[in-house]
């Protein structure tokens, strides 16, 4: 198989339309936004919402009635059994007959900020998911450096540390619906998205303690897992941001994240970041392993392969309404998420005539750097047929792209990987949401 490295896709934005307009403005856009539609549609009727006379008109529920369950002395807090739904699934297309090199998808639909909790953060496992001991469990970094470490878990819990807010995306996310409606719910076309607040030790501090010798432009690392799972990464990305993390949202990562040790490489696609981190090597050349050959390349229009398409650009997704959901007819708060891999989000677009007119939608702070960012855009929905979808700007300019764009410069034949492009929601007359692609 021939090769070409080419680190990233060149699609022709400049047709596409942006609207400018600062946050504040958006704002007051939104507050004006909402109060005429309450008011045009008659106060809370709008909403869906049921006036109510006086206080008298309200019933005393049960729970009012009797104490509440007993506090235990110790447990691991779940969440209320009403929310049992909210979890993470497989895919339904593409269904393996073994457990073990796979994924599970996040409930973005459920998801109501940017952070994603750890019981529902998305899985992608190539041999399992090991049980790894933290008091044996040991971190080598060698090969072209002038003193080699080896350090437990408890050497680098020594280190200062420091916490990041960041988003991780699998590159095969949505790769099951490029040009025909294969899922059905936002779980299922973008699920292999989640975002944490990632605790560790900077790698750069580790290859400064070691002595990285000047001549190294690349370094490998591996995981302890079945698979041995194995990436080349850039000695640019990891002296810049790229992470050793033993903790995620607050608590030490879960056996699924990587636990007790994972290497996290914010922005770029998620296999880079490897779990269950048992060594790193520094070297002068890419390793072209079989994660970096055979699997996470990209097939181009000429017939070759591209190799280290490392970065997730500039993406974002309509999550409510939703595949899945049905909308009444008044306010409707359309809502989503963006994210890019090259920076911040700049600005979101939603549409709900099917991309014939663009309107910006207000970003929610906090924004920030290659993290999600979640947007909001009000819409008075009379009924009738629409389609629904967003477009996001990063803070380099980048413009995320049609698929038709994105055939301009690769092939969408295979398994084919780094779909960032505009994704559409159908809203049938009665209100239901479905996929709109093709």
């Known amino acids: 198989m021939k090769v070409i490295e080419k680190p990233k896709d060149i699609v022709d934005s400049s047709k596409i339309e942006l609207q400018a307009g600062s946050s504040?403005?958006?704002?007051?856009?939104?507050?004006?936004?909402?109060?005429?539609?309450?008011?045009?549609?008659?106060?809370?009727?709008?909403?869906?919402?049921?006036?109510?006379?006086?206080g008298q008109d309200l019933p005393v529920p049960e729970s009012n009635k009797q104490m509440g369950r007993s506090i235990p002395p110790e447990e691991y807090g779940l969440p209320s059994k009403f929310e049992a739904q909210v979890k993470r699934r497989r895919s339904d297309i593409l269904v393996n007959r073994q457990n073990f090199?796979?994924?599970?998808?996040?409930?973005?639909?459920?998801?109501?900020?940017?952070?994603t909790p750890n019981g529902l953060f998305f899985e992608r496992h190539h041999n399992g998911v090991p049980d790894i001991n933290p008091d044996t469990h040991v971190l080598a970094l060698h090969g072209m450096v002038r003193k080699p470490l080896k350090l437990s878990m408890s050497d680098l819990m020594r280190y200062p540390s420091v916490s990041k807010f960041y988003f991780m995306e699998c590159s095969g996310n949505g790769l099951t619906d490029w040009l025909k409606p294969a899922s059905k719910t936002v779980?299922?076309?973008?699920?292999?998205?989640?975002?944490?607040?990632?605790?560790?030790?900077?790698?750069?501090?580790?290859?400064?303690?070691?002595?990285?010798?000047?001549?190294?432009?690349?370094?490998?690392?591996?995981?302890?897992?079945?698979?041995?799972?194995?990436r080349s990464i850039?000695?640019?990305?990891?002296?810049?941001?790229?992470?050793?993390?033993?903790?995620?949202?607050?608590?030490?990562?879960?056996?699924?994240?990587g636990y007790p040790l994972r290497l996290f490489i914010p922005g770029w696609e998620g296999n880079v970041s490897v779990k269950w981190l048992r060594r790193i090597k520094a070297g002068t050349e890419p390793w072209h392993v079989r994660g970096e050959t055979a699997r996470y390349t990209d097939p181009m229009p000429n017939g070759m392969w591209r190799k280290f398409s490392f970065v997730m650009e500039a993406k974002s997704v309509v999550t409510r309404p939703s595949g899945g959901m049905n909308l009444q007819r008044g306010f409707n708060e359309i809502q989503g998420f963006a994210w890019s891999g090259n920076g911040?989000?700049?600005?979101?677009?939603?549409?709900?005539?099917?991309?014939?007119?663009?309107?910006?939608?207000?970003?929610?702070?906090?924004?920030?750097?290659?993290?999600?960012?979640?947007?909001?855009?009000?819409?008075?929905?009379?009924?009738?047929?629409?389609?629904?979808?967003?477009?996001?700007?990063?803070?380099?300019?980048?413009?995320?792209?049609?698929?038709?764009d994105i055939k301009k410069s690769r092939a969408i034949v295979g398994f084919v990987q780094h779909h960032n492009g505009i994704f559409p929601w159908n809203v049938s007359a009665s209100g239901e949401v479905t996929n709109g692609i093709g």
């Open 24 to 54: 504040m403005t958006h704002n007051r856009k939104r507050r004006s936004f909402l109060r005429n539609s309450i008011a045009m549609a008659s106060g809370a009727g709008a909403l869906g919402v049921s006036a109510v006379a006086s």
């Open 234 to 257: 850039p000695v640019e990305k990891m002296l810049d941001d790229a992470l050793l993390v033993y903790a995620m949202n607050g608590e030490m990562l879960r056996p699924e994240n």
């Open 344 to 404: 911040k989000i700049a600005a979101v677009d939603v549409t709900v005539d099917g991309g014939k007119t663009w309107q910006q939608a207000v970003l929610e702070d906090p924004v920030i750097d290659k993290c999600l960012t979640r947007f909001r855009f009000n819409w008075n929905w009379q009924g009738g047929p629409a389609v629904i979808a967003s477009r996001a700007v990063d803070s380099t300019g980048y413009v995320q792209p049609t698929v038709e």
């Open 187 to 230: 779980q299922q076309t973008h699920g292999l998205l989640s975002c944490a607040q990632w605790t560790g030790v900077p790698v750069s501090w580790l290859l400064d303690e070691a002595g990285m010798l000047p001549e190294v432009k690349w370094l490998i690392a591996e995981g302890a897992d079945g698979s041995a799972h194995l």
């Open 101 to 115: 090199s796979d994924w599970s998808m996040t409930p973005l639909q459920s998801q109501p900020g940017i952070t």
